[in-house]
């Protein structure tokens, strides 16, 4: 038995031991790393058959609210506590001129860390991450450089919204409010000594909605 499943706390959790062995693995993991384990640690962490009987104890931890995972997101298990759920940190994103992203055709990675937010913030919203801002394009709309947005993933926006923005032919992502305008997608910060950017609709791929902002206060 390996020295990390013994003295697990088995009166709290109303699991197999199997599932309880992996809730004590993804905890430890994540304290020892700062980061989450993927499916296959989980199999030679915690001596299982197969990513087929990880994946199946991890839908049912998911099920139970014991976990919060994003599976288009590498590394993104995270452990529930009552009221809290984690929220993946998946980088930067540019409220000014967009960052390029080279050798990338998606800027969603990795988990940096991971911001412990309470679950009325998020309703019963699912998909959800957080990005660091850089820049000041978004000043207007109180989003300042250094703060972090929590975002909803989604595909499409309405008019107005603020949303993370992948430009293909750029391989840039930036963070500004959208306008569909005739034959032509309108990207508008909210900072007036800021020009929007133009550009085809083929050529934005909408990669969430932001929902929330933490602000950093510079005291």
């Known amino acids: 038995m390996p020295d990390w499943y013994r003295g697990l706390n088995t009166k709290k959790l109303k699991t197999s031991d199997t599932r309880e062995a992996i809730l004590k693995f993804i905890q430890d993991f994540i304290n020892k790393r700062g980061y989450s384990p993927t499916v296959r640690d989980i199999v030679k962490g915690c001596g ?17 609210g014991h976990i919060h995972r994003d599976a288009q997101i590498v590394r993104s298990i995270q452990l529930v506590e009552k009221g809290i759920v984690g929220v993946p940190l998946l980088g930067m994103i540019a409220a000014g001129q ?12 990795i988990s940096e860390e991971t911001i412990k937010l309470p679950t009325d913030v998020l309703g019963n919203r699912n998909n959800i991450y957080a990005l660091k801002v850089k820049g000041v394009s978004m000043i207007d709309a109180l989003i300042n450089d250094g703060d972090i947005i929590i975002m909803e993933a989604s595909q499409t926006a ?4 603020m949303v993370a923005v992948w430009l293909k032919k750029e ?5 500004k409010k959208i306008y569909h305008e005739p034959k032509r997608i309108r990207l508008q910060p909210a900072n007036s000594e800021i020009e929007p950017i133009y ?17 950093m206060l510079n005291i």
Not at 55 to 62: G, K, P
Not at 204 to 214: M, S, T, Y
């Open 48 to 64: 299982l058959s197969s990513t087929a009987v990880v994946q199946h104890h991890l839908n049912v931890l998911e099920k139970t």
């Open 171 to 175: 391989q840039e992502v930036t963070l």
């Open 158 to 161: 309405k008019d107005g919204e």
């Open 98 to 109: 967009p960052i390029p992203v080279p050798g990338s055709d998606n800027w969603v990675n």
């Open 199 to 215: 550009t085809d609709p083929e050529n934005v791929d909408v990669q969430g909605k932001v929902i929330a902002v933490l602000r």
